[in-house]
């Protein structure tokens, strides 16, 4: 990996080496390394599955390379930002997550949603009610008649991020009573959860299906539209009764608003490609993340739903401006 | 009975401006979020107070002196301009390494046993170099380059 | 144990071997370069890890990841600007005792000191991982607001001169810990619509700044100075003495280095508890302890002044919590710091998960992690010993004026690299500022430094309890219920009064002397 890397490196230390390249959109795309945003530090959940994608891509790749760069900071507003304002060439490709959407409604952000153009989808992580091994609460239904009389503590991954959206839906649809411990991510939840410091936990899937396969806790329902494969036993949140037919956070590629359609569309079919590769398949599930591809038209729908989903527990709850 | 040339009490009541400043700002914030940072500017503003009342009181507090002011302008508050200059050039697009070697040399030669030598330009040169290929090189750090060159690489 | 030698024989492979100890060489040089710390080390090796067999890439970042802490404190005693921030109370006696022409001694100290604190703390890692994750699982938001007072109490008996300015210091600190998102309600406080600000100061750069910048400032001053003066300036320490700690020694740290080692196992197996925190409570029991035994006798010098216990209390703690740091995630899948999360996207690049999971899909890799901290830290004393005196040797290499604008150059470029960012320089800029203002205005840096760790743990811990328990705060004195808080509390108490004791004891005493004096010459 070093090699390119150090070729630019040598490159910029003599000054003044002419190199020929052509500031016109080629037919040759990608003619040079394509640098994915990652909004935040080397070692989450976003950085290494991106990492793993670029792995699996530069198998199909010939003259150019994936190359992951880490712009963290503001809870990935920094990246996200750095990510709208970069040249739209085809180059600079952002790791797009939810909160992509909502942070411009919640916060001051200088970008705004459609500053980005969705390329493909690769993750859908739906939402998962969750709670310690030691816990009383069995089933859904047993949590559900509980949380109907007196509210219980639920910690969440920060207050205005999807999964503490996710409860104030919950909230509304089913009628059930939560008080809100938010924590700064995921291990601050899983620490709450395992040891009983909380009642329940609301988690993406990928974040805590190993946990529950370990049986430090359990899963008890599934925001996803039917059961999945790799959890026959768990109902979905519709079954359950609560009134919500999905809520999933996703992970997919965007780049900046102006990038030309074969660049998209090349991209976009990279990542299709990738997506069933047998190598990243296990990998990616041996972790448990949900597998998922849309290419750029399903993804802006996904976006879309999601941005209205969002948009109604939003302005419900007066969650703006925070 | 100089008050004005102890030590303490300037401290003293930059800690109570601070203070009351850190109060008012959290007065604006949501109900929730404010109780905290407004309890803690008040403690804040209550040990400054109690900080010039022992300054004045104290017949042996600590005085400013002239000459060590002079140094800590010549010496450290000009690294921080220094710096600071270099930290805007970055950030305005000057690239990591012309910024860094201008700073560089006029940091090493202002200290120097001899201040006007161009061994100093040399020695700037080669040892940014050795930090640049640290961090852009072998740390894979995305440096600022300079716009023409970043195409130029491109 | 059939376990533990499968984790011996993964280790026993050759290249796995020879990985660690490339880990704990580049751990050593990059711990020791001012700027560079185990966060940057391990980003660029997690992509590495792809093309690396998962047994060499989890084996360099072992060795990595002990040999750091040790970098860090061959800069904090040849030049008292600390490699990483686990060094930056051992530039305070290490240096001094280098300027006392102890060089090697003080080397030599913090080497071994480090070592044992590792060893220690992987041995615990080895053999009592599950009953210690199970206690660290008992850690709630009540426990762990009780533990960040405990940590703010520890700093009292550190404060060396004016009390006002100690607390004066810790409020400071405590206040620049509310900037960013408020946890309870996702307000921005003081932020000014500074993006980089929204997650709080981002705390690599303001660490860099406050010990790195704030000491090249120093350096500066000195120079100026001694310029102004025409004195030629003194030359950096050299190591002229032996670098083995002799026997004696040896047996006259033994307590500390138990004492600082437990205080950090403890504290990392506690998840988010921190490094630093245990450095200063390891320090500050150890101070305690010098100024009782040894202070005043002769041949011995005044705490702060180059005391072999004020370099082998915080060295041994904060190895300590390096291999015990890996509990919680190894045992619960929880990561305990910054640097142990990083293992997790090691692990997870090749396809695994931290946890009890691992244990049972990939139970030798599991335990060649465990038993690789216990080999990484019974190798890297030899290696620290050859490899200390050629790094310390490079100091030598620039003059004094070239010197301190490198170091600077290096942090600065170091908090750069933090997030990639020119606002990051910034901030280390003005931490380093307000560090070195501190200094002249004889305000102490611990309470500062111990309350920006602190802050955050302190306010959302408290806010989550009270919503949980509904506004009561017995909750975190109710020994049913809570037992381990009651604990921390008393303990929080016992430091806050302990100076106050000894001090109306000691102001007692002198009493009674005059008293006895005057009656003498009546």
Same mark, same amino acid.
């Given at each position: ?37 990652? /909004?935040?530090? /080397? ?46 060439? @085809? ?40 709670? @310690? ?7 859904? #239904? ?15 991954? @920060?207050? #205005? ?67 999945? #494969? ?25 780049? /900046? ?40 038209? @399903? ?24 | ?12 009541? $930059? ?24 309890? &803690? ?30 140094? &800590? ?10 710096? $600071? ?8 697009? $000057?690239?990591? &390494? &012309? ?26 040169? $080669? ?28 | ?50 093309? !690396? ?26 030049? =008292? ?7 930056? !109370? ?14 090697? *001694? ?76 408020? *946890? *309870? ?20 750069? %303001? ?21 102004? =003066? ?17 026997? +004696? ?90 640097? +142990? ?61 070239? %010197? ?7 942090? !600065? ?38 309350? !920006? ?70």
């Amino acid at each position: 990996m070093c090699k390119t890397v150090f070729g630019k490196g040598i490159v910029a230390a003599l000054l003044g080496v002419a190199l020929v390249s052509s500031p016109v959109f080629a037919a040759d795309y990608p003619s040079k390394d394509v640098r994915i945003i990652v /909004p935040f530090k /080397p070692g989450g959940g976003v950085d290494t599955t991106s990492r793993i994608l670029a792995e699996y891509g530069n198998k199909h790749m010939k003259n150019a390379k994936l190359v992951v760069e880490n712009r963290a900071g503001g809870g990935g507003i920094v990246g996200q930002t750095f990510a709208a304002k970069a040249k739209p060439n @085809g180059y600079t490709v952002l790791a797009m997550t939810s909160s992509v959407v909502t942070n411009p409604v919640l916060k001051e952000t200088e970008y705004k949603i459609s500053d980005f153009r969705p390329v493909a989808l690769y993750n859908m992580d739906p939402e998962v009610i969750v709670v @310690g091994a030691a816990s009383p609460f069995k089933t859904i #239904a047993d949590l559900v008649k509980d949380a109907k009389v007196s509210p219980l503590s639920v910690t969440v991954a @920060g207050i #205005a991020t999807s999964h503490h959206m996710a409860g104030l839906a919950l909230e509304d649809s089913a009628g059930l009573k939560f008080t809100y411990v938010p924590t700064k991510g995921f291990g601050g939840q899983l620490q709450a959860v395992m040891g009983g410091h909380v009642q329940v936990a609301l988690f993406p899937l990928g974040e805590i299906k190993k946990h529950a396969d370990a049986g430090s806790v359990r899963i008890l329902a599934v925001a996803a539209d039917k059961r999945m #494969a790799i959890l026959p036993d768990v109902p979905t949140w519709q079954e359950s009764g609560l009134n919500i037919k999905r809520w999933t956070t996703f992970r997919g590629w965007a780049v /900046p608003k102006g990038t030309p359609d074969a660049a998209v569309a090349y991209l976009s079919d990279l990542l299709g490609k990738v997506s069933v590769d047998e190598g990243y398949i296990k990998q990616m599930t041996d972790y448990g993340y949900p597998i998922a591809y849309e290419d750029a038209k @399903g993804f802006a729908e996904v976006v879309s739903d999601y941005a209205d989903l969002t948009d109604k527990v939003i302005k419900k709850h007066g969650l703006k401006g925070k | 009975m100089h008050v004005v040339k102890r030590i303490d009490f300037w401290s003293g009541l $930059g800690f109570l401006i601070l203070g009351a400043w850190a109060f008012m700002t959290a007065r604006g914030f949501d109900a929730t979020s404010s109780t905290y940072p407004m309890f &803690l500017a008040a403690i804040l503003f209550g040990l400054a107070a109690l900080l010039i009342v022992q300054s004045v009181r104290d017949p042996d507090a600590k005085t400013v002196h002239p000459e060590s002011t002079r140094i &800590l302008l010549l010496g450290p508050g000009m690294r921080i301009v220094a710096w $600071g200059g270099w930290a805007v050039a970055l950030a305005a697009g $000057g690239g990591y &390494l &012309l910024p860094s070697i201008v700073v560089f040399a006029l940091i090493a030669a202002w200290v120097a046993p001899v201040r006007k030598d161009w061994r100093h330009l040399l020695v700037a040169v $080669g040892l940014v170099l050795v930090v640049f290929f640290m961090f852009y090189v072998v740390f894979d750090v995305p440096l600022p380059i300079v716009d023409a060159l970043q195409d130029l690489l491109d | 144990m059939d376990s533990i030698l499968l984790g011996f024989t993964t280790l026993m492979d050759p290249g796995v071997l020879g990985f660690m100890l490339i880990g704990i060489v580049a751990g050593l040089i990059v711990g020791s370069i001012p700027g560079l710390n185990d966060n940057i080390a391990f980003a660029i090796f997690i992509p590495l890890s792809f093309s !690396l067999s998962p047994t060499y890439a989890l084996a360099l970042m072992v060795g990595l990841y002990c040999a750091t802490a040790v970098g860090g404190a061959i800069p904090a005693i040849m030049v =008292k600007v600390p490699g990483t921030a686990s060094a930056i !109370l051992t530039a305070v006696d290490g240096h001094a005792m280098a300027r006392n022409g102890r060089a090697g *001694q003080a080397l030599g100290i913090a080497i071994s000191s480090s070592v044992f604190g590792g060893f220690l703390s992987g041995l615990v890692l080895l053999f009592f991982a599950p009953p210690m994750a199970a206690f660290a699982l008992r850690f709630g938001y009540v426990e762990n607001f009780s533990l960040g007072i405990l940590g703010m109490a520890s700093v009292i008996g550190l404060l060396g001169g004016s009390v006002v300015k100690g607390l004066i210091s810790a409020v400071f600190g405590l206040l620049v810990a509310t900037i960013g998102f408020s *946890q *309870q309600s996702g307000y921005p406080r003081f932020t000014y619509g500074l993006d980089n600000l929204y997650e709080g100061v981002p705390f690599v750069p %303001l660490l860099v700044g406050l010990f790195g910048i704030t000491a090249v400032l120093e350096l500066t001053e000195e120079l100026v100075h001694d310029r102004r =003066k025409g004195i030629k300036t003194a030359d950096m320490p050299r190591i002229t003495d032996s670098l083995l700690p002799s026997w +004696s020694m040896m047996k006259r740290l033994m307590p500390t280095w138990l004492q600082c080692s437990a205080i950090g196992n403890i504290i990392g197996i506690i998840p988010g508890a921190g490094m630093l925190m245990a450095i200063y409570m390891g320090y500050e029991r150890s101070s305690r302890r010098y100024k009782r035994l040894y202070e005043g006798k002769p041949g011995e010098v005044e705490w702060g002044k180059g005391a072999p216990e004020g370099i082998a209390a915080p060295e041994s703690a904060n190895n300590a919590v390096v291999a015990s740091s890996m509990v919680p995630l190894l045992s619960l899948g929880i990561p305990g710091n910054s640097v +142990s999360a990083l293992f997790i996207g090691a692990l997870m690049i090749q396809g695994m998960v931290p946890g009890p999971l691992l244990f049972m899909d990939h139970p030798d890799i599991a335990w060649m992690i465990i038993v690789g901290f216990l080999a990484a830290n019974i190798v890297m004393g030899p290696i620290a010993f050859l490899l200390v005196r050629s790094i310390s040797g490079l100091v030598f290499l620039l003059p004094k004026h070239v %010197l301190v604008p490198t170091i600077a150059l290096l942090c !600065l470029t170091g908090a750069y690299s933090d997030e990639n960012s020119v606002f990051s320089i910034v901030i280390a800029l003005i931490s380093g500022t307000v560090g070195y203002a501190f200094r002249k205005l004889d305000i102490p840096h611990a309470p500062l430094i111990l309350a !920006l760790v602190l802050g955050r743990t302190i306010e959302d811990n408290l806010s989550n309890t009270l919503s949980i328990s509904g506004g009561d705060w017995m909750i975190f004195i109710d020994p049913v219920g809570h037992p381990i808080s009651v604990a921390l509390m008393v303990g929080a108490v016992l430091f806050m009064v302990g100076p106050m004791i000894s001090g109306a004891r000691k102001r007692l005493q002198a009493r009674r002397q005059q008293t006895e004096m005057e009656l003498q010459n009546s």
